[in-house]
């Protein structure tokens, strides 16, 4: 009966891994879609990502809704716009996905943009089985 609730127990462990690194992969690609709808300046390909309530809480300190960030993302046109160092916390039905975005080009106002910025993407697994991103925040880096 030990053997048997040991080799359980090891078997439910090794379940759990595979679902967090299944997770971390989903939230990963979900973070390049995002930053490949930016290169693409289409903020429509981006809208399904993020949630209807989403906020998002940019370097300078200002905050967007999903609307305005998705009018943002049509209106920017970048060369690069890339993400690394990224690493997956999960959390149940949420997530938080923390990383490097390294983008130049020009922002929706025409500023000429060469930055690196440390973000923390917020995401909830909706009732739909879908994740959307509920919160994004960034920093700049030195």
């Known amino acids: 009966m030990k053997r048997l609730l040991a080799v359980a ?3 439910l462990a090794m ?3 595979v679902f967090a690194q299944g997770v971390d992969q ?3 690609d979900l973070e390049r879609q995002w930053v490949k709808a930016a290169l693409a ?3 429509e390909a981006l809208a399904p990502l993020l949630a209807a309530g989403f906020v998002s ?4 300190g ?3 809704t999903k609307a305005q960030y998705v009018e943002m993302t049509n209106k920017g046109k970048w060369q690069v716009s890339d993400v690394s160092d990224m690493k997956v916390q999960v959390h149940g039905d949420s997530a938080v996905v923390t990383g490097v975005w390294t983008g130049k080009g ?3 106002t025409g500023k000429a943009v060469d930055a690196k910025e440390r973000f ?3 995401w909830v697994k909706m009732p739909d089985g879908k994740w959307q991103c509920v919160v994004s925040a960034s920093a700049p880096m030195k």
């Open 9 to 11: 127990s090891v078997t």
């Open 26 to 28: 989903t939230l990963m």
């Open 57 to 60: 809480v940019q370097s300078d």
């Open 41 to 43: 300046s289409n903020g």
């Open 15 to 17: 379940c759990m891994v």
């Open 62 to 64: 200002t905050m967007q």
């Open 106 to 108: 020009t922002d929706a």
């Open 120 to 122: 923390a993407d917020t």
